[in-house]
């Protein structure tokens, strides 16, 4: 039996190679239980090849991989047990209803007839579907298929699921929705990984994010770790008259004017540590200070400094 103190994702060296093309090459991941992890990479970077070799889809060819405890390689039934996976396309098969696609998975698990009515209605409610239950899933939305897609997965009890750009193509609301039910999943304890094309998606989700590039983990941490590790972030300093802001330069080497207002920009990493420095240097020369903002590089600065690809319309790419 698979411990609940171990991570629900180890990976230790992961390996894979389609011919001459190395797609993953040292991989080191380490995912606790009731998180959300996020991988990001551009087209090509080997984030679904990552998915399907820790879902058991496909082979590695070097390295160590326990996922929910078991080992990939040696117990894939047992990870298959404790996995769910929604991946880029939805799974639903649009000519049944939300409920019969539902039984249907029920049924793939080999739940009782009863108790599979019982998680069927269940999940219909929790995705808010039970209106359209009787309805054919080709009259569904693309939000409610997402849903139902993710109520599918949920249907075994997963102790991990991976979502594999999970709100590609959903509108702003129906998005929303969906990251609303990914942190209710995380907070029963479920832990999710997700691959995303949406970087905002990572920042709002993930507990940590590793950055993949050219087959390996170029940077790792949460997402205000990875971005102070990129240069650019800054505090901006307001005042309320002229005095104080010269005053500020005089104390500020590093400081510069911030256009015509009455404000200054000074490097900063935006940490507690270095906050309370500069707080405490303007204190001791009495600068009275009016307003003070933190400004950090976001995931956007963070992919193009880590990976050389710019990025589109704020997203990366699969």
Known sequence: MASTHSPAIAVTGLRKSFGDQVV???????????????????????????VKILSTLLGLDAGEIRVAGYDVVRQPDAVRAAIGVTGQFSAVDKLLTGAENLRLMADLHHLA?????????????QFDLTDAAGKPASTYSGGMLRRL???????????????????TGLDPRSRR????????????????????????????????????????VVAEGSAEELKRQIPGG???????????LDAARRVLAQAARDGDALAL????????????????????????????SVHTPDLD?????LTGNPTKDKVTAR
């Not at 007839?113 to 409610?125: K, M, N, Q, Y």
């Not at 600065?301 to 400094?305: C, K, Q, S, T």
């Open 234 to 244: 800054h505090v901006l300093l307001r005042f309320g008259d002229p005095e104080q």
């Open 177 to 216: 929705d969906m990251w609303q039910i990914v942190r209710d999943l995380v907070a029963g304890g479920v832990t999710i990984f997700l691959t995303t094309q949406y970087l905002e998606e990572a920042d709002e989700l993930a507990d940590r994010i590793a950055v993949l590039n050219q087959g390996r």
């Open 149 to 167: 897609d993710l109520a599918m997965t949920l249907v075994g009890s997963p102790q991990v699921i991976f979502l594999d750009e999970p709100t």
């Open 301 to 305: 600065d963070v992919f193009l400094a």
């Open 24 to 50: 993953l090459d040292g991989i080191d991941l380490d995912v606790p239980r009731g998180t959300v992890f996020s991988l990001l990479g551009a087209n090509g970077a080997g984030k679904t090849t990552t």
């Open 265 to 292: 920009r000074v490097p900063s990493d935006g940490s507690l540590s270095s906050l309370r420095s500069l707080i405490g240097l303007l204190d001791d020369r009495g600068v009275q200070v009016d307003e003070l």
């Open 113 to 125: 007839r009863d108790a599979g009515r019982r998680r069927a209605a269940d999940l219909l409610e």
